[in-house]
């Protein structure tokens, strides 16, 4: 059926069609100056402007000469020209040349330099105005630690923040972070048109507040121009980090990934008050003193597992701290430096400049370490390296990616090194996970059903001698009810919960049959490992956390040999209707 359309909009689609039409024309046109110069035609519509590199000359100068400048890469520049031959790009080249610059051409259209013209400013803001951090001074921060006390408070003061300078709301969201601890700041593009801001607190998202399309370009534009990322660039993730100053210096590590709305954005808050010493990770008496020992051993690898957000960095960095004397020569590699710490060599991989893991290890290796952190092993190569580093005299810190302690042999068996290695290179292997404590203000004492205490007491009579276990015969547990305190959530920190598998001569001969995770747990419970679950159940029963949340994070109450706990029929309903939520909701 034929659509009436207004003489406006009539209008307006004739102006567009003889816009794209003029546009199409003078493309064409730029192609043919580019064919009969000989030097490459481009579109700069589509490609990323270096901001450092347009901002080398003043903007009227490129465009008396109809150039610009869009890239740099040390003393060569790329400059882009709609006439190479006009006597005004001759005066232009020959200032640049004088400066020791060596050019390379591209012939551009109107089109593409009015483009390229258009980002000038913004371009220019970030070289003299924007320097990569936010300062939010004491008096604001504490202002704002007194007016925000919750999730709610904040809420409402980014809904008024919204029409108000946008420095003013990235000023505000920053703070919130770091007033409730949040460890990440999500902004996520909606189809309507607006964004949703959300910020992980304790490992689990929560919404805090819509705000409109217009706020959400002035705030992405503003996060890519601290973390020095690519304003035009928006069909690719990008990677970039700022800094927080208040009281302390606080990294900001922001990302952004396209969506078919928009772009998303994720900021990491790299807290340095979050470096803790071992002793305040949570660790039992008993794995404390294991780890501590094999800290001191002066080769061989360590390696923590779990996924990501299980507090694996966090682990490795407290390894450092503990190790870190001037005596000692140690480097990282890493993917990327989350915090600076003094007295080590930190290097981070750059994959377009091939300093990949593999190849930054190998150099590391010659450089005479002690102690070599690698951030994660991810393939034969990076794996086969640090090995072989961890059986020549080096000890080796790294993560991996498995779900227990006892996957993480498997793992690099199946990643192809070889099984005479694994063995002797290893010497202990942790897994881990964090869970949210139970707020101090609102939880409460409950009794657990039969069935659950009968499943708490099947699971810890397994606990070999060494682990102190309360009293079995009766216990209490916690319960939650959400309060201002934990924004309503039942919880307020986290803590972490481990299991250590040691490797020796046994683990040695039984990895050269090169054995399941199944054998493998099964030989680590018989030797008298506790599994994750096992310690998890423990911290329950000191009162730090509830069985809700460890279900939540280990899985249903399992028996360490692998065999789900029955529970009763009520209590099974439960946990399949848990287990029946899509991950996404279950985080």
């Known amino acids: 059926m034929a659509q009436n359309h207004t003489p406006d909009e009539m209008a307006r689609e004739r102006r567009q069609k003889l816009g794209a039409l003029r546009h199409r024309e003078e493309e064409r046109a730029a192609e043919t100056r580019a064919q009969a110069s000989a030097i490459p035609y481009g579109n700069l519509t589509t490609m990323p402007i270096d901001g450092e590199a347009l901002t080398l000359r003043p903007l009227e ?34 200032a640049l040349e004088k400066e020791g610059l060596t050019l390379a051409l591209l012939t551009v259209s109107e089109a593409s330099l009015a483009h390229v013209w258009g980002l000038y400013k913004k371009f220019a803001y970030l070289k003299t105005r924007v320097t990569g951090e936010v300062r939010i001074d004491a008096e604001t921060l504490a202002r704002l630690r007194e007016e925000i006390l919750d999730i709610r408070d904040l809420t409402d003061r980014l809904r008024s923040a919204n029409a108000q300078d946008i420095s003013v709301l990235v000023e505000l969201v920053l703070a919130g972070a770091m007033r409730l601890d949040a460890s990440d700041i999500h902004v996520e593009p909606q189809e309507d048109g607006g964004a949703k801001i959300r910020f992980r607190l304790d490992g689990v998202l929560h919404d805090l507040t819509l705000i409109r399309r217009d706020v959400y370009r002035l705030l992405l534009e503003r996060v890519k121009l601290l973390s020095g990322l690519k304003l035009n660039v928006g069909a690719r993730g990008q990677d970039g980090r700022f800094t927080i100053k208040t009281d302390r210096e606080i990294e900001i590590r922001a990302s952004t990934l396209p969506g078919k709305n928009g772009e998303f954005i994720v900021l990491r808050v790299l807290n340095p008050e979050r470096l803790l010493d071992i002793a305040e990770l949570g660790l039992r008496e008993d794995l404390l003193g294991a780890i501590t020992e094999e800290l001191k051993r002066p080769n061989g690898m360590i390696l923590t597992t779990g996924p990501t957000g299980s507090g694996k960095t966090t682990m490795l960095y407290a390894f450092l701290k503990r190790v870190t004397t001037p005596e000692l020569k140690i480097i990282t590699i890493e993917d990327p430096i989350e915090y600076q710490l003094s007295g080590i060599e930190q290097t981070q991989v750059d994959p377009e400049a091939g ?71 290893l010497n202990v292997v942790m897994a881990q996970r964090l869970i949210r404590r139970v707020c101090k203000s609102c939880s409460k004492t409950a009794s657990p059903s039969a069935s ?77 490992m506790v599994t994750l679950q096992q310690d998890a159940l423990l911290r329950a029963l000191e009162g730090i956390t509830t069985i809700d949340e460890i279900v939540r994070v280990t899985g249903p109450l399992t028996d360490p040999r692998k065999a789900e706990v029955p529970l009763e029929p009520e209590e099974n309903a439960e946990k399949l209707a848990r287990r029946a939520v899509p991950k996404a909701k279950r985080r």
Do not use: W
């Not at 930054?360 to 086969?384: K, N």
């Not at 499943?455 to 009293?471: G, K, N």
């Open 61 to 94: 100068d490129q465009q008396r000469a109809e150039a610009a400048i869009i890239r740099r890469d040390d003393h060569h520049v790329t400059v882009a020209a709609r006439d190479v031959s006009s006597p005004a790009f001759a005066a232009f080249r020959s």
């Open 355 to 425: 300093y990949t893991f593999d190849v930054g290890l190998r150099s590391i290796v010659r450089q005479d370490p002690d102690i070599v952190l690698v951030g994660e092993v991810r393939d034969r190569e990076t794996a086969s390296i640090a090995m072989h580093a961890a059986l020549t005299g080096h000890l080796v810190f790294s993560t991996l990616h498995t779900n227990d302690a006892a996957g993480a042999i498997p793992r690099l068996l199946d990643l192809g090194i070889d099984p005479t290695v694994v063995g002797p290179a």
């Open 452 to 528: 659950v205490a009968k499943a708490i007491r099947s699971i810890l009579a397994l606990l070999p001698p060494a682990v102190h276990a309360p009293d079995l015969t009766r216990f209490t547990l916690r319960e939650t009810n959400g309060c201002a305190e934990c924004h309503g959530t039942g919880y307020r920190g986290r803590i972490g919960v481990f299991e250590l598998f040691s490797v020796d001569e046994e683990v040695e001969r039984l990895t050269l049959k090169k054995p399941s995770v199944a054998e493998i747990r099964a030989f680590g419970v018989e030797r008298g």
